[in-house]
């Protein structure tokens, strides 16, 4: 039997036993995962989601894909080049079961995808200098 899955903004068409490398998940190495998102179980097909469906896997590791290189060259006459390398972070499972009915019942954790990253805010000014200074002032 196989199923299809959604998870990272990707689908995927998994059986018992796959090895998949998807998104980071909020996940450690041997924690149990559970995609909720399925969109096809054999020959059931979800409009858009298979209610009460599910597919368990493993977490076996966190790793990170290959470095991907992009040169970014400017306009004519000003010379600006800048090259720059990323490496996305992914999450390496094992598909263990693939569950056509009771998935809410399973008691295994969802699967989340990490959280961006926070993106740090400005140093907020101090209102109690403002007030100093107002009375200094008056």
């Known amino acids: ?13 998994v059986a018992a036993g796959d090895v998949l490398r998807v ?3 909020a996940a450690n190495a041997g924690d149990k995962v559970q995609f909720n998102e399925i969109l096809m179980v054999g020959a059931t097909v979800g409009a858009p989601m298979v209610a009460g469906a599910a597919v368990q896997a493993e977490v076996i590791d966190q ?12 306009r ?35 699967a989340v995808n990490k959280a961006p990253a926070v993106v740090a805010e400005a140093p907020k000014k101090k209102p109690a200098a403002k007030k100093a200074a107002a009375e200094a002032q008056e």
Do not use: C, N, P
């Open 1 to 13: 039997m196989f199923a299809v899955l959604k998870t990272g903004g990707k689908q995927y068409k």
């Open 23 to 25: 998104e980071k998940l």
């Open 63 to 74: 790793i990170k894909d290959e470095k991907k290189i992009t040169f970014h060259k400017r």
């Open 76 to 110: 004519r006459k000003h010379g600006s080049q800048r090259k720059r390398g990323h490496r996305q972070q992914l999450t390496l499972v094992r598909i263990t079961e693939i569950l056509e009915k009771g998935a809410d019942k399973s008691g295994v954790m969802a």
